[in-house]
């Protein structure tokens, strides 16, 4: 794997800006592939044995997707929507995962760590390269189920929403009142159509 700064310059860019959140995610991502035995997870046969769960939408998710190489496409990036800067790192090939949270006291620590830099952002930022992981992570052991329906690879599990006649992927369909729906015939959807002007 590429050095720290090497990979936090990378990340920055693809992000759009460097902030502290990218510094958090270029060394949970680093620590993470550490813990499970992957030294190149962008690259074959590794790319291949590595999921990601996610639980943020925040700017250390785009520094974990820089950095592993995982992607929503590739079906190697999973987000869980808990609002938790946390992500959990499974070697599919051996099991072995941990999920790595970010913790609340690295905040008040960023003054101890970066004390001569007085912008609360850049203090974190220059505080989060250096700070001990132990102060900057919380890291647990875990066991993930993996469904063969959500390991990376071409699609093997297809359904037809018999209301909207959509063909549903990777097991996503849901079976309602002896119906096989897909999510948004059966709970209703993020979406409402407008009627187009001109048409009935």
Same mark, same amino acid.
């Given at each position: 794997m590429e050095d720290f700064e090497t $990979? $936090? *310059?990378g990340s920055a860019k693809a992000h759009g800006h460097l902030c502290p959140g990218q510094v958090v995610g270029v060394r949970m991502a680093m620590l993470g592939c550490d813990l499970i035995g992957l030294d190149e997870p962008r690259f074959l046969p590794q790319i291949k044995k590595l999921i990601v769960y996610v639980? &943020?939408?925040r700017c250390?998710? %785009?520094a974990i997707a820089f950095v592993t190489g995982v992607k929503l496409g590739r079906r190697s990036l999973k987000f869980v929507d808990n609002g938790i800067m946390a992500a959990t790192f499974v070697n599919l090939e051996t099991q072995k995962a @941990? /999920? &790595?949270?970010?913790?609340? /006291?690295?905040r008040d620590l960023a003054?101890?760590?970066a004390p001569d830099v007085a912008d609360k952002s850049l203090q974190q930022l220059e505080a989060y390269k250096k700070m001990a992981l132990d102060d900057l992570f919380i890291v647990k052991e875990v066991s993930v189920d993996v469904p063969a329906c959500d390991y990376p690879g071409p699609t093997r599990f297809k359904a037809v929403c018999a209301r909207c006649n959509t063909i549903v /992927? %990777? *097991?996503r369909e849901v079976l *309602?009142? %002896?119906?096989?729906l897909c999510r948004n015939c059966a709970f209703g959807s993020? @979406?409402?159509p407008v009627r187009e002007k001109g048409r009935k």
């Open positions: $990979l $936090l *310059k639980e &943020i939408d250390a998710t %785009d @941990f /999920r &790595i949270a970010s913790t609340e /006291r690295s003054a101890v760590y /992927r %990777d *097991k *309602k009142n %002896d119906e096989i993020y @979406f409402q």
